[in-house]
């Protein structure tokens, strides 16, 4: 079977909204899940828009759900096509990762008896990125059939009952182009959406309206065995776009920019539009492709599918988006922009994309202003980094408090916007890996430095004298399962680089960042100031026993055997059994806390000491969030426990594609898609990335035929093939890189 597509034999329509996530297309200017074209109650239909934020008012931004174009309403001889009545004869579904095209063919003998053959087919364009297009094909098989489809622009959608835009202005304009123009209630965003048909022969036609929806409806008598093709192509535009960043917006223009759209692409129909996304895939996954011959199909499957995702959840051009913890595929937080992109997700356009990995650095750098409020209104100098981000200027995006106890009456403080602050330091941190990775001076001129020199004087503000040293008092670690704890080892180890980093400036090369923040601080002080801290932060060091604090006390927590909740396929069961509140006071971790430190900075421990802490806090670690497991992979590749790494490793593959879980319904899982690429590369590929250039260090996994990968470090571009030979790197383009390999330096 081909590991290039997800394929399904049954409509599955009890997993249905799983399947609209994981088979999500997109483009990174958005995403548009893969519902199917006839209605289904359980339906999500959620076309999003990277950048389309809306704030009701007294909750927090997020994406909102776009007027749905995938509809589209069949009639056969007056019976509604749908998969829950008549019978499905056959079924065919795929979602091609090699170019991005979404099918489902159904053979379907309605509730009178007669039968029929249909054809879907959708992309969202991967050379157009405001295009998706759709083709939808009848052929009556047992009969002549009055065809009737009523497909077009659905208005009546909202966030999980949240409605995000005002009543919508419809027009049909006489070439047969109809167009829907809405603004966002609360951020006045305006979005138009345009779409036209092509149809394969004469029909009738005419525009159905009803509140918030406009449409085309088509009918005709089409003869037994004859196919009836309607390709549908729609535009999609708004006031954000990055075509609007620094020139001219009128809503004049934007309708008219969204109409040339659409006119180039229907004049090149659905099957040019095809074949130009395809090359523009086909160019990717030439550049970027992590070949696995695993002899495993599921997990060469899930490989690719980890890059199918990576490649659409990320614009390529605007620096003022983020990526969700869903990305574009569902509801599920909100849109939001957490620490996932820079420890999880970055990595893997750096190796592939530095410009993308870039222009994400650089929606930090316009999020500046905001850290700069937030630390401010906690009374911190420096910036403070939203721990959920939304639109650059949405300030702050995680939720304040919980819903109301349903018991209690009262509401739960959420902590984690006052006290996740090791976002902070992962921010910085990837400044650093993307600098050790390009040498680009420019980016670190222009905007790098400063989000160094600013985080660190947030850190040296944090950070408190006490025990004469300095601590970081008062947080939620990595792991969200512990809340107020003092001394996260992660967080402290993470601000201690983000300080030592801003501290190399300030001493080597201060003028020109200086200058630029001299206004706001005394910067002698300040560089005096960052240095202490820097100098005297308190790094937890392995105890006696050789375990590292997770945080202060951490060995005080009640004990508690896992095991039984640790053999659930499921995620959160302990809740079923326990309150928050005593989870709190458990020696139970949700996620890889100090274990990502083993990943990040694995120079900085022995290997007795990761390995001895790496089981330690494994065994209390539930794995509850997907971030976790993937960081166990690949620490257990570097420690050599390679069954315990393979374990891992299917479980991060199983996040989104296993076969029994829900918890995709909502989106598919960034972060853990970004692991998997992670645990492949970083893992079982060895690569690290540290200031004196990268190293690989592969090893081939028990079963595995080879694989192979690419990397661009400072302007080159090496690929590294791992077989049962060993391992070797070839430069494909760019000048001689030295790197070292299998720690040996080696010029390529
Ligand atoms: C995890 C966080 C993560 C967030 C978004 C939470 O469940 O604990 O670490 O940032 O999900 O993915």
Redesign the pocket.
């Known amino acids: 079977m081909s590991k290039w597509i997800l394929t399904s034999d049954k409509p599955d329509l009890g997993r249905m909204r799983k399947h609209e996530s994981i088979w999500t297309q997109g483009n990174g200017y958005m995403g548009v899940r893969a519902s199917f074209e006839e209605a289904y109650t359980k339906a999500v239909r959620n076309t999003l828009i990277n950048g389309v934020f809306d704030c009701p008012k007294g909750e927090v931004p997020e994406l909102a759900v776009i007027p749905d174009a995938t509809n589209c309403d069949i009639t056969l001889d007056k019976e509604v096509f749908n998969m829950i009545c008549g019978k499905v004869d056959k079924y065919e579904a795929s979602l091609n990762m090699e170019n991005g095209e979404f099918t489902r063919l159904v053979e379907w003998t309605c509730p009178k008896g007669k039968k029929y053959a249909l054809a879907f087919s959708r992309i969202v364009s991967d050379a157009r990125k405001h295009i998706m297009a759709q083709k939808v094909s009848v052929t009556p098989l047992s009969d002549d059939a009055d065809v009737e489809l009523l497909t077009g622009l659905d208005g009546k959608v909202t966030n999980s009952g949240v409605q995000h835009f005002n009543n919508p202005e419809k027009r049909a304009y006489p070439d047969g182009v109809k167009g829907m123009y809405l603004t966002t209630l609360q951020s006045k965003v305006d979005v138009a959406i345009h779409f036209g048909l092509k149809i394969s022969h004469e029909c009738n036609e005419g525009i159905s309206i009803d509140r918030r929806g406009l449409y085309s409806r088509l009918s005709r008598k089409v003869q037994k065995g004859e196919t009836f093709t309607v390709e549908k192509i729609v535009s999609y535009a708004h006031s954000r776009d990055f075509e609007y960043a620094d020139g001219e917006y009128n809503d004049e223009k934007l309708r008219s920019d969204g109409r040339a759209y659409l006119n180039e692409a229907i004049d090149m129909g659905y099957d040019k539009l095809l074949e130009e996304s395809s090359l523009s895939w086909k160019n990717f996954w030439e550049s970027s492709l992590v070949d696995v011959k695993s002899g495993n199909d599921f997990v060469d499957k899930a490989v690719v599918f980890s890059q199918y995702h990576l490649h659409i959840m990320a614009s390529h051009d605007d620096n003022r988006l983020g990526i969700g913890?869903k990305a574009l595929s569902g509801e599920g937080?909100m849109g939001h922009s957490?620490?996932?992109t820079e420890i999880y997700i970055l990595p893997y356009y750096l190796c592939t994309q530095p410009r993308v990995a870039r222009r994400l650095l650089e929606y930090r750098y316009m999020l500046l202003p905001v850290a700069k409020n937030k630390a401010n209104r906690f009374g911190f100098k420096g910036a403070m980094y939203p721990w959920e981000s939304a639109w650059i200027t949405d300030g702050e995006a995680c939720l304040e408090y919980g819903d109301i106890d349903l018991l209690t009456g009262k509401k739960r403080k959420f902590m984690m916007a006052e006290t996740e602050i090791h976002i902070t330091a992962g921010v910085s941190f990837a400044v650093w890996q993307y600098y050790c990775m390009t040498g680009d001076e420019e980016f670190m001129a222009e905007y790098g430095n400063e989000i160094l020199v600013r985080t660190a004087i947030f850190w040296a503000d944090r950070a408190e004298k006490k025990n004469g040293r300095y601590e970081i008092c008062g947080v939620i670690g990595?792991d969200?399962y512990k809340e107020d704890v003092d001394n996260n080892a992660y967080t402290n180890y993470m601000a201690h680089k983000n300080l030592v980093l801003a501290d190399k400036i300030l001493r080597e090369n201060p003028n020109h960042i200086c200058n630029k923040l001299s206004r706001e601080y005394d910067m002698e002080d300040m560089a005096k100031k960052i240095a202490e801290v820097a100098e005297n932060l308190y790094l937890p060091m392995p105890e006696e026993d050789g375990i590292i604090n997770q945080f202060d006390g951490v060995k005080s927590l009640k004990p508690k055997d896992i095991t039984y909740y640790k053999n659930l396929d499921t995620v959160f069961d302990i809740f079923k059994d326990y309150g928050l509140a005593e989870i709190l006071e458990m020696a139970v971790f949700?996620?890889a806390d100090l274990v990502m430190l083993f990943y990040l900075m694995s120079d900085k421990f022995d290997k007795e000491t990761i390995r001895k802490n790496f089981e330690y806090y494994e065994e209390r670690t539930l794995h509850d969030?997907s971030?976790s497991m993937c960081i166990h992979a690949l620490v257990a590749v570097g420690l050599g426990m390679n069954e315990m790494a393979d374990k891992f490793f299917y479980d991060c593959l199983c996040v989104d594609l296993g076969e029994n879980t829900n918890n995709s319904d909502t989106g598919i899982h960034s972060?853990s898609i970004g692991g998997i690429w992670l645990a492949t590369v970083m893992g079982y590929g060895g690569l690290r990335i540290n200031d004196s250039g990268i190293s690989i260090s592969p090893i081939l996994p028990q079963g595995w035929e080879s694989y192979s990968f690419p990397i661009y470090y400072r302007g080159s571009k090496i690929k590294v093939f791992v077989d049962k030979a060993g391992c070797r790197a070839e430069r494909v383009s760019g000048d001689e890189i030295t790197i070292t390999l299998n720690g040996n330096k080696t010029t390529i």
């Open positions: 913890a937080y957490f620490w996932d990595a969200e949700k996620q969030s971030l972060a």
